[in-house]
């Protein structure tokens, strides 16, 4: 049976020649010009970069859009840059112990380290990190390593991650990357303690493993990701800010 749910028959596939012309529903166009515009004149806005917009005038051709397209990774295993983490630690307070469940090669342990925080790193395989405390299966574990969990999980199973660490018991703040795009769609956010959404900018590349494994240098991301940052204390709605890689934007 075909799986007609909106954010799978929403899904964006195209060749990498492709002008990727994907329609926007009326509605939508309606929603953002009466909700989010507000008065401004439509007519004088675009959504294309001045540079794209002088070369059409001129009739020059377009940038070449350079994307990465990989294969899959066994288990989900897509590696952040190292300043994903780093700047998250320097905005949060985790202090003194945070568990990477999803350790990977050490990437968010060694920034913790590095803030001064003491790291537990575990993973469902052992990918040769050198403080790795051991293989183990986040989603069957009965107790926290700490009370702090911060991690970069399958997205396919976020949301188990989540459930599963907020439900254990000690548990303090969870922390983990998220595609932005599916924010819209994650209802099952609704009943969570979620304090913050983390917006990297700009767009980090996340390439699977065994792309960093061959010592390959992924270009520019192709794709949104945030850090959800859940707190037991909290409620409220939760607020929305932007993670710079060069460090906070001056007010």
Known sequence: ??????????????????????????????????????GHN???LTCLEPDWIDRMRLGKPL??????VWEREA?????????????LFEEEDFRPTIWDPCAGFGRIPEEAAKQGLKAHATDIVDRGYSAFDGVQNFLTAEAT????????PPFATASHFAVKALSLEGVEQVAMIFPTARLNAAHWLRD???ARVWLMTPRPSMPPGHVIATGEKPGGGKMDFCWLVW?????????????????????
């Open 75 to 87: 288990n989900e295993h897509y590696v952040e840059p190292d300043w994903c983490s780093r700047r």
């Open 1 to 38: 049976m075909q799986n007609t749910s909106h954010a799978v028959m929403a899904q964006r596939a195209e060749g990498k020649e492709s002008l990727d012309d994907f329609p926007t529903p009326p509605w939508a166009t309606r929603a953002l010009v009466e909700r989010v515009l507000g």
């Open 192 to 194: 969570t303690p979620l």
């Open 145 to 152: 390593r700490a009370p702090v969990i911060v991690c970069n």
């Open 231 to 251: 707190d037991r204390a909290y409620s409220g709605a939760p607020a929305m800010q932007w993670l710079h890689r060069a460090g906070r934007t001056p007010v």
């Open 42 to 44: 439509v007519r004088e």
């Open 63 to 68: 940038k070449k859009l350079e994307a990465h």
